[in-house]
């Protein structure tokens, strides 16, 4: 009898081998590899290097230096750990030439600033030996075993920053988690704080794009997350490559993979596997300088307990943008100092310039277009405000769209603006079946009907049907002459997949609380829309009918404003 497990590791066999294939028939093009042959660019050098972690696995880097400088010359070092930078592709996108994967690295501007720039592949990806270990002490020894030897190379000044972006950013968050000798900074944009969190929303699976075939969330991330990365680890070497880079990119056994795949597939926050890798707990305290980006509108890393970790660190010069990104650097889609700032950190805290970082403590991209400086965020007068909402049933359905699977709240319309800066949350008492879902989906609503969601949150209802919903953090103006409105359901399909029940829930009492600012804002900084509020729009708007909106009124208190 094939069980469960055998069949996924045969499927993730088959995959990986069709992977392989499609790999050889690209490798085909490319010419052997020639002993002493190293591909320069005009803007720098690069070289190849290993270095031995304490537990024994070999960890491969690519190294580059500015075009002209002398091997003993000494610079500071940015470092980027990922397991995405195979020489053969990064993520899916093949490269045709042999070298170092630069694809979102601006690496130019490293290069002017005279850094040296070093890429170590994680275990189990590109040139390195082991195993995939997901955020686990492995990779964790991984990122401060390349930081202590970048740290201490010849051409070093003993001083390492490091870079990234989604996975990237997060072995930054475990750079400072791990505390290693020479690490002076770090810049992580759109990280993992949580990787339960990444994957689940209290206990339910999110939803992941389909990039890039399908810029939609409609791929569960308990059963593609895992599937995802086994592919990547299988990626070969290239025959142009050294003989330990393709020995160490074809080593890893399939036994690494079942037990790697299991624990992503487990949605109890509270196991040994996923409370080692929750940094949010790691970093408090912390005080290794943090330049932090986080898109509201990011539906891969979303905008949900990066803010708990932002608040629990340590008194030093961190730094935060916060805005209506997308899963992407605000080198592309954001304010056009975000480049300077960011280099400018580096330059004060990696190469020891005695300079000072432009810009605010926190920038903040505000959904109606325009940015404003911060000193803490979610902001010191966002007011907690409370408000009771409707009671009823629904039907926990699933992907079948029905008027019985909502229970809506609608207040009146706005006699004065409103500003939701923060992270709303519920709770919930509900009666139902442990495995049913609770989710909340908060909306603007406008004076002709159209609604777009400003943020939402879900739970399993659980043995007692007590509920506490964190929603995703947001900072939303909300007009005058605007609605609030509040949908209860059992999911939202572009959300969230989760087997339904079939079963009917019953609300008993649900309160949410809306983080409303007291001080009116007028925004301070330069800057305009970004293509993630277009996204929102275009994407998550909906007409609510007059006759749901009249039978669904409640009341809500807003909070006397003040001038800033």
Known sequence: MVTQRSRYRRRTHSRSCAVAGILAVLLSVFVPFQAGAEPTSAGYTWTEDYLTTPDGERIHVDVLRPAGLAPDVKTPVILTASPYRSHLMYLSVPLVHRGPSLENIPIELFMERGYTYVIADLRGYGGSTGCPDWGGPGERTDVKSAVEWAAVQPWSTGKVGMYGISYEGWTGLMGIAEQPKGLAAVAAFEPVPDPYAYIYMQGVSWNFTAKPVLDVPILPGELVIGTEHVAISQTPGRPDDTPEYRAAASSTPQSCYGTYVDNMRNNDPNTPYWQDRNLVDRLRGATTPLFLQQGFVDLNTRADRIFELWNGLGNADHRAWFGQIGHRTCLTDCRPTFAEEMLTFFDKHVAGKDVSVPGPKITVGQFDGR???????????????????????????????????????????????AHLSGTASMTAQARGPANASLAAVVYDVAPNGAATVITFGISLLGPDGRMNLRLVGQDWPIRAGHRIAVKLTDTVEDMWTRAPTGATVTVEQATIELPLLIRERRPDLEGGPTAGIEKRYREMTTTLEPQTIANAVIPLQLPNRTDN
């Open 371 to 417: 940015w404003r400086s911060e000193t803490q965020w979610p902001p010191a007068d966002a007011a907690r405000v409370r408000a009771e909402l409707r009671t009823g049933t629904y039907v926990d359905r699933g992907f079948v769209r029905a008027p019985d699977r909502e229970i809506w709240s609608v207040t009146e319309p706005l006699t004065q603006p």
